[in-house]
Structure formats: C-alpha cells, structure tokens
C-alpha cells in the first residue's frame, strides 16, 4: 500500500513512470535536467503530495519552469536538497573559521620564535654587559618582548574560544538540519529516509539482543475519495490528525513514521504481538471515534478510519520482508471489510 517514488522505482513500474516522466515534462515544455527529472518523478508519483501540488499549482498558473523554480523546489521539497545546502553553507563558514584559528596560530608561532631570537640574543649580551645601563636596556627589551608574545597569546586563546564557539554552534545548527531532513513537513513524524534507517537498524539490534520486534503498516480507508470530495487542505488537515493520534502511541521506544502518503508505519521494539495489537486497537478505535469538522467551513466531515496490518519479525529477516510481511496483512484489512487490524501470523495460519 506504499505510494513512495522510491518503492515505485525498485520495481516494473519504474520504466512506465520514467517514459511518462519525459512525456509530461515535454508536453509542459520543461528541459529534462537531472534534477527536474527528480521532481517530475515525485510530481507523478505522488500527484497529491506537497510537491506534486506545488507542480500542479506553478502549471495551472502557466508560470515559467526556470532553473531557479527547480533549485527553489527542491530545497523546499527534497530533504536531500535541503541537507545538501545547509551543509554546503556549513562548510563555507567551517572553513572560513579554520582559516582564521590557522593564520593565529602562525602569527603565534612567528610571535614565539622572535621571542626565541630575542631570549638568545639578550643572554649574549648579558654576558658581554659591562656596565648596569646596558643590562636595564637587556632587561627592557626582553619586558617588550615578553609583553609582546602574552599579547599575541592572549589574541590566539580568544580566537580559539570563539571558533570553538562557532563550531559548537554549526554543530548543533547542522543537527538540527539533519532532524529536519529526516521528518516529514505536513505531519511532524518522521519521513520514509528516517523510517528506513530506523528499520534497518531496528533489525539489527534486535537479532543482536536476540529480542522480538513488531513492525506495523497503518492506512487511512478511502483517502483517494476523502480528497477529491473535500480538497487537498482538507486532506492534509486529516493526515495531521491522524498523525497526532499514530504519534501519542509510536512514542520513543516506539518509532512513528509517515511512510508515504496516507500511509504510516511504526516500528516496536521488544514487544510482543499482543502488546502491539493492543495498541493499534486503541489506535483505531480512537481515530474512528471522531466526528471531524472542516476547518474552513465548519463542514462535517464524519469518521475518519484506518486498517492496519503489522509482522512479527522472524530470526535473521530483513527489514523489506519484515515490511513485506506487515504489508500483506494491511491488504488483507483492506480486503475484509477495513477499518480493522491483522496480523500476519493470522494469514499464516489461515494459509
């Protein structure tokens, strides 16, 4: 039930896509560029998506598809894009900063190897000094000297504690660019990339630990009809709320991810198959217990419902077949009447 460009293109609908990716762009007149082909690919693969509603609305306007409206997409639509010139701006100032620490330090070091010579040279002279004069006129130039390298040292301690700063900050800043990237903009969870590497490792640890593992699949029923009678804002407006609800339940341990489109996933960690139907029970029930309203207009919209399907994960399974698994299970709600939970270990045995 996945409606993800990234599944879409794993499998044999990936060259029909790609063919009507080329078609679509020359019939709109948009040069087929490496990365306006990425964005008519998530453009098409999910039409209703934020991006593919962007696409539909600068089309509709008969605005110009210009370099700049690509570049401008991407970094607001591909995480990708977004990380990439965050990180870019990173470097910039990273370098900007070492350049600095790298040229104080040198100054410092010249600084420190005069004061050598100096030292050198007064000690010659101390032993050639005859007089007290000549020895006050030693002892005033290494004061000068000496003043000179604290000075210097002092310049250097400060720019090393501002830069470290800097890169205190970049850090966090570049971290918070990472979080941004790995979580979905319309709903807050985390988005198909995070889930995907929140799975695999997931897995991993688990087999690790020898402990169980529980993936679940969770979709809002009818969403397609939802949309086209009520409009994309008011279809966003229903995936945040049943976001709101997924994420109470998919709290840490748990992780709660939009896996695409209407679709969500959590992942629970050591639990057991009951613990987990218990929640996506209470998950269900709370959803469809709703009466929902459109904000615009104050229209009733009646109960939202969801189907849902999870997997109990198998010694040595990867996380696609535990997904696959989860998947099927999702289908068979969908197919039995929906608004309803199975597990996969019920088909098995039914089979």
Same mark, same amino acid.
């Given at each position: ?94 370098? &900007?900063?070492?350049? /600095? !620490? ?7 070091? =010249?600084?420190? %190897?005069? #004061? @050598? ?122 995936? &945040?709320?049943?976001? /709101? !609800? ?7 341990? =748990?992780?709660? %991810?939009? #896996? @695409? ?91």
């Amino acid at each position: 039930m996945t409606s993800s460009v990234e599944t879409t293109l794993r499998g044999p609908e990936a060259y029909s896509l790609s063919r009507r990716v080329i078609d679509e762009m020359e019939a709109a007149g948009v040069w087929p560029t490496p990365l306006n082909f990425e964005l008519w690919l998530h453009y098409l693969g999910d039409p209703d998506g934020a991006l593919g509603r962007e696409i539909q609305r600068i089309l509709a306007a008969e605005e110009p598809f210009t370099e700049a409206t690509a570049d401008m997409l991407a970094a607001e639509y591909l995480p990708r894009g977004r990380l990439t010139e965050e990180i870019r701006d990173a470097g910039r100032v990273l370098d &900007r900063e070492l350049s /600095s !620490v790298a040229d104080a330090i040198s100054r410092a070091h =010249r600084s420190q %190897a005069a #004061y @050598g010579q100096t030292l050198d040279k007064a000690a010659s002279s101390i032993d050639a000094a005859g007089d007290g004069e000549t020895l006050k006129t030693i002892v005033g130039g290494l004061s000068t000297a000496t003043r000179r390298v604290q000075r210097e040292n002092e310049t250097l301690e400060k720019k090393l504690d501002a830069s470290t700063k800097e890169v205190a900050r970049l850090r966090e800043h570049l971290e918070q660019v990472r979080r941004d990237a790995m979580t979905d903009a319309l709903t807050n969870l985390a988005n198909r990339k995070a889930f995907d590497e929140h799975l695999a490792a997931a897995c991993q640890q688990v087999e690790a630990d020898g402990e169980p593992m529980v993936l679940a699949v969770l979709d809002v029923d009818h969403f397609k009809r939802f949309n086209d009678t009520w409009g994309h804002q008011t279809g966003d407006q229903v995936l &945040r709320y049943v976001a /709101s !609800v997924i994420g109470r339940y998919g709290q840490l341990p =748990r992780i709660a %991810a939009r #896996y @695409g489109g209407e679709e969500f996933a959590i992942i629970f960690p050591r639990e057991s198959s009951r613990q987990v139907e218990v929640a996506l029970e209470a998950i269900r029930k709370e959803i469809a217990s709703r009466s929902l309203r459109r904000r615009s207009t104050n229209d009733e919209l009646g109960a939202v419902t969801i189907s849902a399907g999870f997997a109990v994960r198998r010694p040595g399974e990867t996380g696609s077949t535990l997904l696959e698994r989860a998947d099927a299970a999702l289908y068979a709600s969908k197919r039995t009447g929906r608004n309803r939970v199975t597990s996969a270990e019920s088909l098995d045995i039914a089979a």
